[in-house]
């Protein structure tokens, strides 16, 4: 089983930056699929980035491209998300999560994803 545990969240001003670490144990593999998603008071929580646990493929949804990068840090076994030029809809609840079936691309499907962190909450103000 995979323990995911989120930090690095906090109020921060449009237009700041934070950086979301996701510290990963238990069996990983190369091939999984780790992702960012969030969930906004009221709505659906949505699918935001996410990489192979062994660093390569790399996808992200429209809202948060050029803005956003995942990254794995080997060193601390953990997932990054780095986010910069933050809006006020960026604001959310930030949930790290593991899919761990085999695909040909990245997962990107909520439904796949079957472990998740806690969460952190991400606040930005206008």
């Known amino acids: 089983q995979v323990q995911l545990v989120e930090s690095g969240g906090g109020l921060v001003q449009a237009g700041g930056s934070l950086r979301l670490s996701c510290a990963v144990s238990?069996?990983?593999?190369?091939?999984?699929?780790m992702g960012w998603f969030r969930q906004a008071p009221g709505k659906e929580r949505e699918f935001v980035a996410a990489?192979?646990?062994?660093?390569?493929?790399?996808y992200y949804v429209d809202s948060v491209k050029g803005r956003f990068t995942i990254s794995i840090d080997n060193a601390k076994n953990a997932v990054v998300l780095q986010m910069n030029s933050l809006k006020p809809e960026d604001t959310a609840v930030y949930y790290c999560?593991?899919?761990?079936?085999?695909?040909?691309?990245?997962?990107?499907?909520?439904?796949?994803?079957?472990?998740w962190g806690q969460g952190t909450q991400v606040t930005v103000s206008s």
């Open positions: 999560a593991v899919d761990r079936r085999i695909t040909s691309a990245v997962g990107t499907s909520i439904r796949g994803y079957d472990c």
């Open positions: 238990g069996r990983t593999f190369g091939s999984y699929s």
């Open positions: 990489i192979r646990w062994s660093g390569v493929g790399k």
